[in-house]
C-alpha cells in the first residue's frame, strides 16, 4: 500500500503565500508521477501541477503558471507545492495523487492513487 500524506493547508489572505508537503513512500518519487489535484465545493476537480518521474519534468494549470512552484526532495520522500500570491478563486481541497508510468505527468492524466487531502483557504 502506497502512503500519501498532505500537510500545509491553511487560511491566508489574498496574496499571501503557503507551502503545501506530500510525503510519500519509499521509491515512489523513482517511479510514480506525482500531482497535485485540487476540488472546490461546486466546482469540477482540477489538476494543479504534477512532476515526471524520469526526469523530473514538471506541467501546470494555466490558472496557477507562474504562481505555484512543484518541486521534489528524494531524501525526503517529499513533493512540494509553494503556492505564491494566492486569490480566492485558490480555496480548495488540495489532494496528492500518483500515477505509475513512463510517460511524462500531465496535469489532465488520471491519477488513481490519493491522499486525505489538506484544506486551503484564502480570504480576500
Known amino acids: 500500500q502506497v502512503r500519501l500524506m498532505e500537510s500545509g493547508g491553511g487560511a491566508v489572505q489574498a496574496g499571501g503565500s503557503l507551502r503545501l508537503s506530500c510525503q510519500v513512500s519509499?521509491?515512489?518519487?523513482?517511479?510514480?508521477?506525482v500531482a497535485w489535484i485540487r476540488q472546490a465545493p461546486g466546482k469540477e476537480r482540477e489538476g494543479v501541477s504534477c512532476?515526471?518521474?524520469?526526469?523530473?519534468?514538471?506541467d501546470y494549470a494555466a490558472s496557477v503558471k507562474g504562481r505555484f512552484t512543484i518541486s521534489r526532495e528524494f531524501a525526503k520522500d517529499t513533493v512540494y507545492l509553494q503556492m505564491n500570491n494566492l486569490k480566492s478563486e485558490d480555496t480548495a481541497t488540495y489532494y496528492c495523487?500518483?500515477?505509475?508510468?513512463?510517460?511524462?505527468?500531465?496535469?489532465?492524466?488520471?491519477?488513481?492513487?490519493w491522499g486525505q487531502g489538506t484544506q486551503v483557504t484564502v480570504s480576500s
Open positions: 495523487a500518483i500515477e505509475n508510468t513512463d510517460l511524462f505527468c500531465s496535469v489532465r492524466a488520471n491519477y488513481p492513487d
Open positions: 512532476i515526471s518521474a524520469n526526469d523530473g519534468r514538471t
Open positions: 519509499k521509491f515512489v518519487l523513482d517511479y510514480y508521477n
